[in-house]
């Protein structure tokens, strides 16, 4: 089986378990949205500054590893005309859901964003990508694909792992060297997959950054955050990072 559909099928698992990622916001949430009252998250505990997306209305946006039914009906309430691509079943199902308990249309596409995007060309002009590189083995042709399906001007938001929690295991001492691969290490692999976490990846702030930038993206601005649990957050160690970049018209 490819990796990418063992991290589909865990990732349904976690939903059905109650994930917090994949839990759909409530009515309330989605109203709010509509009074202008709202955040999202790219990484784990700091929301996106409001004014990386400028104004929504009329917007063409990619959710892109968004499914879950959390942000993509923020931006319906907030104007945008979104399309999310999920490689989850449950998540894909869930924005589903929450767009016929509001009453709004969203193009929902179960797909693999390691795959090439189905868009055409300068399409969107926004890109919502949370952190999701970490289940992905190669990151670069994603930034190049994003690059490829917004519209000059556009802007590709994006959260990322910086790798640091992949020296560890449940403790604070350091378990395994960078980078995380569990496709080279047999052993890696067995462990994952019992443990139910799927398939992994550590990715440099090179890789992602850089990759980034080599795609064709001028960087604006970046923050960075922590885990929101464990000792890691304990010592405040930033393990993610936030991007918004633009393609130049």
Not at 54 to 69: H, I, V
Request: hydrophobic share 40%; charged share 20%.
């Amino acid at each position: 089986m490819r990796y990418q559909d063992i991290n589909a099928q865990t990732i349904d698992g976690w939903c059905r378990d109650g994930w917090q990622w994949g839990t759909p916001i409530p009515h309330e949430a989605y109203a709010a949205a509509q009074q202008g009252q709202w955040d999202v998250y790219l990484t784990p505990t700091k929301p996106v500054p409001h004014a990386w997306f400028g104004p929504l209305a009329g917007k063409r946006l990619l959710g892109l590893a968004s499914g879950g039914g959390q942000q993509i009906p923020i931006f319906t309430a907030l104007g945008a005309q979104c399309t999310v691509l999920d490689y989850s079943a449950a998540q894909c199902e869930s924005e589903r859901m929450v767009a016929r308990r509001e009453g709004y249309d969203v193009e929902v596409l179960q797909a693999d964003m390691t795959q090439p995007l189905p868009f055409a060309d300068a399409t969107f002009d926004l890109i919502f990508h949370p952190v999701s590189n970490c289940y992905v083995r190669e990151v670069e042709p994603i930034f190049r694909e994003c690059w490829r399906v917004l519209k000059p001007g556009g802007v590709l938001l994006g959260g990322y792992d910086n790798g640091i929690s992949y020296l560890f295991d449940d403790g604070p001492t350091l378990a395994h060297p960078l980078p995380y691969d569990p496709l080279a290490d047999e052993a890696l692999l067995r462990a994952a997959l019992a443990s139910g976490e799927g398939v992994q990846f550590s990715h440099s702030v090179e890789e992602q950054i850089g990759g980034q930038l080599r795609a064709g993206f001028r960087l604006t601005d970046l923050y960075e955050d922590t885990t929101g649990y464990g000792v890691l957050q304990e010592y405040r160690v930033p393990t993610f990072l936030a991007t918004r970049c633009v393609k130049d018209a």
